[in-house]
């Protein structure tokens, strides 16, 4: 699955954790083999903030899917895909990230 999804990862070095993440789908991907599949081009991007020392949560998620679902009721259906609904907590962007070479 890994293979099939590129992307960056940003990663807070001083907590070690993961501060964002923006990722592609670069060929389609079953799930549980004929369940569901996520079509190529399909975009994820989150962000995340340390609400308290340790604990970090996402504070921004936008979401860009296009696939199908298969369903017991209706056999497959496409899943139209999905607008881009990004959200923010009261705590803001994530962290400024730092990046390792």
């Known amino acids: 699955m890994f293979s099939k999804v590129r992307g960056y990862l940003w990663i807070d070095e001083d907590a ?14 079953s ?9 190529k081009g399909s975009h ?6 340390e609400i308290s020392p340790g604990l970090w949560f996402p504070t921004y ?5 296009d696939g199908r679902v298969y ?3 209706s056999g497959f259906t496409n ?3 999905t607008p881009n ?17």
């Open 79 to 81: 899943t139209p895909r």
């Open 31 to 39: 799930i549980g083999g004929f369940l569901a599949k996520v079509y």
């Open 85 to 101: 609904t990004p959200h923010r907590t009261s705590q803001g962007s994530a962290a400024k990230p730092s990046v390792r070479n």
């Open 16 to 29: 070690a954790q993961l501060a964002r993440a923006e990722l592609e789908v670069t060929d389609d991907i």
């Open 61 to 65: 998620s936008q979401y860009d899917f």
């Open 44 to 49: 994820l991007v989150q962000e995340r903030y």
């Open 71 to 73: 369903s017991s009721a």
